[in-house]
Structures are given as structure tokens and as C-alpha cells.
């Protein structure tokens, strides 16, 4: 038998935020199959404990935290094992025109796209939970630079997040820790459904190359990729995934 595997990911801890829900589930229960142990977050318990049951067994944490709260946040870092992988996952989306922006919509998304990893990723770092070696992915969005009728203000957090993730790579490679960020156009999940209607998004996705939109798992198959040894020469690197499209909904 060939056992030729450089997308492994035994005896690796790996952090997944978002992972109660759409491409954070996917990537938990993906991660635990090619041999991870997994600490899920997110913050309906009820919810991590489904995405738990669909993994195989192994030494996976169910970790719930509002990553907004800082007293949980720390309290998620005290609890956590030594990391070789963190995903970035958990994240927000409205809907806004611009002229209609307010500090509570800006607040809304920043907080949890922008603010929340920063400061998970400071506090795991002070902490000395991040091993040497470890790969640290950012879910952004193709929506960074392709534009949209009224997603100003995630198309902003999706930019900070990746220019912050690019200085971040720089930081810690002299540890071999690597930093890259995955830019998916759009995916099938609850993130888009409840703020765009569906005959507005089956139209869109005819507009894909491939004519579909993402599933969740061809996002975690990234992420694989990003956490595995056979990523080891890729730091500071933002990766398009959009079924060949611009990832634009105008
Ligand atoms: N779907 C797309 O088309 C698409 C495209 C590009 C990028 N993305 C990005 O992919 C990531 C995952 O999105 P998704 O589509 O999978 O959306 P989703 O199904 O709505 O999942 C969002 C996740 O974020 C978690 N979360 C939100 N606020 C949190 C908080 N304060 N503390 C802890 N967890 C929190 C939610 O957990 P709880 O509800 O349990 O708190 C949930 O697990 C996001 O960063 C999104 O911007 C999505």
C-alpha cells in the first residue's frame, strides 16, 4: 500500500473558531479526519457538540467562547493545548449602502472580522501557546478586492485582515510559524443566506465559470493544504478560491 500522504496532519492541535457552523464545521471535521485533534469554538455549545459528533474520536476539545468577550477570550487561551494550526474562521456579514452606514454596523463586523483574530492571535502568541512550525490560516473573502452593492464593510474587515495577516508572517517567520489567508468567493452557507435572498443568489452563481458557488469542503481541502508539511514554503500568501469567478454579487 502507498502510504504517500503530505497533506497528514497527525499529531497536530489545531484551533478552528467559527466551528459550530458553514466552512468552520467543514474544516473541524475535515482537519479531525486527516488525523488532527481539534479544539472547536464558537459559541453555541449546542451546535459545537454537533460538529464534535461528526468528527472521528481523538483528543478534540469542545471549547465554547465569545471571542468579542475578553474575559472569554482568555479564558479560551488558558484552556488551550500547545497549537501547531489555527483557523480563523468565525465571522459576520451585513448588508449596508454606504450613505447608511453607522458606527453600530462598522462595529458589528470589524469586532468579529478584524478586531476578534487580532487579539485571539496576540493573546496566543503572548501566551506561548503557538508551537514553532505552526501554520496559522485566515478565512478572508474574495470580497476584499471584488466589490459588491453594499458590503462596504465587509469587503473593509476582509482587506484589514489580510494586510495584518501579511505583517504577522513577516513576525514569526524566524519561528517557522506560517501565516496565509484564503480568499473564498461565495459558499453555500448561513453567512450569506441570511443576508442576500435565494433567486439573487442562484442568479449570481450562474454568473461562476463553473456555475456554482463553494460547498464547505472545498474550502477545507485549502485548509488542509495551508496546515499540512506540504505547504511548508508558503507564508504571507493570500489564495483565491471562487470556481474561476471574481466573486462579484452587484
Ligand atoms: N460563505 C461565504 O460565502 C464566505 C465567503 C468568503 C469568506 N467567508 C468567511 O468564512 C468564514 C466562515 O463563514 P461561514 O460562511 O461558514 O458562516 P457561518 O455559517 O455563519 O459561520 C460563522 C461562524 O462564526 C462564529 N462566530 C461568529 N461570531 C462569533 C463570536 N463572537 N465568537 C465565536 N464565534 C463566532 C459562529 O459561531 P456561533 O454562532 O456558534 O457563535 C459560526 O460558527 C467567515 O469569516 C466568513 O467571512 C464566507
Redesign the pocket.
Known sequence: MNSFNPFSLENKNILV?????????AVAIACARMGASIVL????VE??QETFQEMPSGNHIVAP????DSSSLNGLVNAMPSLDGVVH?????NRVPCKNITQSDIDFVMR??MN?PMLLQASLLSSKKINKGASIVF?????AESPSMGNAI?SAS?GALISYAKCLALELAPRLIRVNCI??????????T?VLDEDTLREAEQKYPLKR??R?EDIANLVIYLLSAASSWMTGESINISGGGEGVLV
Open positions: 473558531t467559527g466551528a459550530s457552523s458553514g466552512i468552520g464545521k469554538n464558537g459559541r453555541n451546535r459545537l467562547a465569545d471571542i468579542l474562521c468565525a465571522g459576520v456579514a468579529t472580522n476578534a478565512i478572508a473573502s474574495r470580497a465587509y476582509k480568499c473564498p468567493g461565495m459558499v453555500w452557507t448561513e453567512l450569506i441570511k458557488f463553494g464547505v
